[in-house]
């Protein structure tokens, strides 16, 4: 008997399942209302395009240009990385001490003239390395004058310095010696540019 009563209760149970799926579903099948229900919205119509005020253009009548007087162009002077600055002739001074000198050299300008006290223009340069021997500084001038960079060698105090420049503003000779800096992989620095005496 209790094969029987086990055999009824799952034809018990399967029917209960059979009633409740019957329950849940038939009712969504049978029903389409819901889904033909029509939403009415009540709206504001679309408001109108604005009218803009005319606005009337009077005509404007530009003078032309006065030529006062005529200036030739100046043409400029072509220049090749292998010569030297020349310098303009400046009155003499006194002598002045090489560490007062190489001080001097790294001090900003004082005038704001752009011109400093022996009249010259204001400029820099890009001091990269200092060497003993002048055949190095020569052949890294060489290299940087094939780069097209304007290199020259200073000797002072037995040291032969290489340079680049000089440059007008201040601002351009940082950006060269940043960029000498990474090409090179040299710890350059900017110094006041001074011609060469004598």
Same mark, same amino acid.
């Given at each position: 008997?209790?094969?029987?009563?086990?055999?009824?209760?799952?034809?018990?149970?399967?029917?209960? $399942?059979?009633?409740?799926?019957?329950?849940?579903?038939?009712?969504?099948?049978?029903?389409?209302?819901?889904?033909?229900?029509?939403?009415?919205?009540?709206?504001?119509?679309?408001?109108?395009?604005?009218?803009?005020?005319?606005?009337?253009?009077?005509?404007?009548?530009?003078?032309?240009?006065?030529?006062?007087?005529?200036?030739?162009?100046?043409?400029?002077?072509?220049?090749?990385?292998?010569?030297?600055?020349?310098?303009?002739?400046?009155?003499?001074?006194?002598?002045?001490?090489?560490?007062?000198?190489?001080?001097?050299?790294?001090?900003?300008?004082?005038?704001?003239?752009?011109?400093?006290?022996?009249?010259?223009?204001?400029?820099?340069?890009?001091?990269?390395?200092?060497?003993?021997?002048?055949?190095?500084?020569?052949?890294?001038?060489?290299?940087?004058?094939?780069?097209?960079?304007?290199?020259?060698?200073?000797?002072?105090?037995?040291?032969?310095?290489?340079? $680049?420049?000089?440059?007008?503003?201040?601002?351009?000779?940082?950006?060269?010696?940043?960029?000498?800096?990474?090409?090179?992989?040299?710890?350059?620095?900017? $110094?006041?540019?001074?011609?060469?005496?004598?």
């Amino acid at each position: 008997m209790a094969v029987l009563d086990k055999g009824l209760k799952q034809r018990i149970v399967g029917a209960l $399942v059979l009633v409740a799926l019957a329950v849940i579903f038939l009712p969504m099948l049978f029903s389409r209302e819901d889904e033909l229900r029509q939403v009415e919205v009540d709206a504001p119509a679309m408001p109108e395009k604005p009218v803009l005020p005319e606005v009337a253009l009077e005509p404007v009548t530009v003078p032309e240009p006065v030529a006062e007087e005529e200036v030739p162009p100046v043409e400029p002077v072509p220049q090749t990385p292998s010569e030297p600055i020349a310098a303009a002739p400046t009155p003499v001074a006194p002598a002045v001490p090489p560490a007062q000198a190489q001080a001097a050299a790294s001090e900003p300008p004082a005038a704001s003239s752009g011109l400093d006290a022996s009249s010259l223009p204001v400029s820099w340069s890009v001091q990269l390395a200092s060497l003993s021997s002048r055949s190095g500084a020569e052949k890294l001038q060489q290299t940087l004058r094939s780069k097209g960079y304007n290199a020259y060698v200073r000797s002072f105090e037995g040291m032969n310095r290489v340079f $680049v420049g000089p440059v007008i503003e201040r601002a351009e000779a940082d950006r060269l010696r940043d960029v000498l800096n990474r090409q090179h992989k040299l710890n350059g620095f900017v $110094v006041r540019f001074q011609p060469e005496k004598g």
